[in-house]
């Protein structure tokens, strides 16, 4: 299911309001944009997606295409749902424009915090 999705969404940047209307497909419960740009709307480049009795994929846009840079089934045993989306934001967080211009924008929830750099 995670690749099938994946190789449904447009091969571009995808509009934030997409998100939304992915909600209402059969299967998916969850859909945001994470991260984008304004570029005379919201442009997603990351997604964060709960598909319904498989789990969570993080979705990032980059130069081939896009990509499931985090997948709760093959994450391991994990003990709350909080640690599921702090693992996704990590995630999507590493492949992140390292130095977002003022068009950008981030839509994390308030539990997860930018990971310590060492």
């Known amino acids: 299911m995670s690749r099938r999705f994946v190789d449904t969404l447009p091969d571009r940047q995808v509009e934030a309001d997409l998100a939304d209307?992915?909600?209402?497909?059969?299967?998916?419960?969850q859909c945001v944009a994470v991260r984008?740009?304004?570029e005379g709307e919201q442009m997603a480049y990351q997604l964060l997606v709960n598909i319904t009795d498989r789990g969570l994929l993080a979705l990032h846009y980059g130069e081939s295409g896009w990509?499931?840079?985090y997948d709760s089934t093959e994450g391991g045993d994990v003990?709350?749902?909080?640690?599921?989306?702090?693992?996704?934001?990590?995630?999507?967080?590493?492949?992140?424009?390292?130095?977002?211009?003022?068009?950008h924008y981030e839509t994390t929830p308030p539990f997860w915090t930018?990971?310590?750099?060492e």
Do not use: C, K, M, T
């Open 21 to 29: 209307e992915l909600e209402d497909l059969d299967g998916i419960e």
């Open 36 to 38: 984008g740009n304004y």
């Open 67 to 69: 990509q499931i840079v």
């Open 79 to 103: 003990e709350s749902s909080e640690e599921l989306y702090r693992r996704a934001h990590d995630a999507l967080y590493a492949h992140a424009d390292p130095d977002p211009d003022s068009n």
């Open 114 to 117: 930018v990971p310590n750099e």
